[in-house]
């Protein structure tokens, strides 16, 4: 086992219609307002931007995210991750009972030195870490998408 691997997919059902939704999380560089998680985000071009992420451990992630996948329909965004972490992630939104289901897919390895010593003994915190983040992203884009 590759201790310094993840993989993670989280679901959020929101009462958003799917369309406001996806413009919602097309928008990377808005995600600090509603993401406490998400520190910053800077556009480096149309498909690039580097974002810095702190959840509840006192660590930073810095990533650059290169857009691989903008379709409108299926609402479907992909992007290729590297820095602190390689790999990619991936958001899909459909219809949900008069709402909207977001499927949040990542799959990552740990490229930090500081968490790469860690690996073993971190791990379930790492990953406790990164389910606490995504509960946190559920609940600001859900009040994000009501006030606008």
Request: net charge positive.
């Amino acid at each position: 086992m590759d201790w310094n691997h993840y993989r993670f997919t989280s679901v959020w059902e929101l009462p958003a219609p799917p369309d406001a939704v996806y413009a919602a999380l097309q928008r990377a560089e808005d995600y600090p307002r509603w993401w406490p998680q998400v520190r910053e985000v800077s556009r480096v071009d149309d498909v690039t931007a580097t974002a810095r992420f702190r959840s509840f451990l006192p660590y930073d992630l810095v990533l650059t995210l290169r857009q691989r996948r903008g379709d409108s329909v299926p609402r479907t965004l992909e992007a290729e991750m590297s820095g602190d972490l390689d790999g990619w992630a991936r958001w899909t939104v459909v219809p949900h009972e008069g709402g909207s289901r977001i499927v949040y897919e990542q799959e990552a390895d740990v490229r930090k030195a500081l968490l790469r010593r860690l690996a073993v003994p971190g791990r379930l915190v790492f990953r406790a870490n990164h389910t606490l983040m995504m509960r946190a992203g559920r609940r600001g884009l859900r009040a994000w998408l009501r006030a606008v």
